[in-house]
């Protein structure tokens, strides 16, 4: 599908909504050893660039002990939301990720998030750069001393994941010159926007409903055959636009552990959580997974 095509079957799609269900070999290189256990898990939230045109509310949700952040270094996952969601919404997901020992920051978009004061859904464009404001933000409060969470952020290993129209902004951070920093991508329900998938080369999954209405399979799979690096593809069968997201429901166990267990490969270098992948994503009659994350 060609990329002027491709935008016009976004900018369809989207029409729909976005937000979630109701309730070499591309292997990186080992920076520890990721954790074996969960964690409790901690949540803050700020404003970035309060005063300016275009503020941008974080939720981070953060591996915790006793109250506070766990000791060590984290690698760092972005996550952004769909149209009309907001980052509590997909909760039933970050946490979790947040419990096996990822910090996860999830902005919320000025014109695309839910209560939004003036909401257009072509602001999708403009929320990579948001996405990136992120990652630059974090990597300097990771130096900020007095900060709780300075000197436990890994900013050599981010990962940027999202659904629907968040998955549409995580392609987009994917362009050609994007920092070496972003080494992962996780798009659930979504595609790629013109100059995705550039740059760099990264390891991508994308986790997509077979049956989803708003956006088409046929878009997802369009995207995968783009990626010119590792990547992945876990279709969940007869599933719509994202109640596999929802803690519960059809789906939810295996896109949980596929996606958890790609990040540990991708950010932590665990070669076990790759070997484990293929069974992670089985569910009879469910799931079909696919694979060229070895190539």
Known sequence: MGARRLL????????????????????????????????????RTFTLDPGSARPLPVTVWYPAEGGEVARGR?????????????PELHAGLTTRWAAAGFVVAAPAFPHTRRGAARFTRADVRHQPADGWRVIRHLVRLDGRRGDPLAGHLDVARF??????????????????????RLRAGVIIAGGGIAGSFAGPPAPLLFVHGTADPVVPLAVGRAAFRRTTGPAAFLSVLGQGHGEYLVPGRPGFAQVLATTTDFLRWSLYGDADALRRLPADARAPALTRYESRLDQ
């Open 74 to 86: 984290f690698p760092v996952v972005v996550y952004s939301h769909g149209l009309d969601s907001l």
């Open 159 to 180: 990962a940027a994941a999202g659904h629907s129209a968040g998955g549409f902004t995580t392609a987009g951070m994917f362009t050609s010159g994007h920092a070496a």
């Open 8 to 43: 016009a079957v976004l900018t369809t799609a989207l029409l729909a909504g976005c937000a979630p269900a109701a309730a070499g070999t591309g292997a990186p290189a080992a920076t520890r050893r990721a954790p074996e256990g969960t964690y409790a898990v901690g949540v």
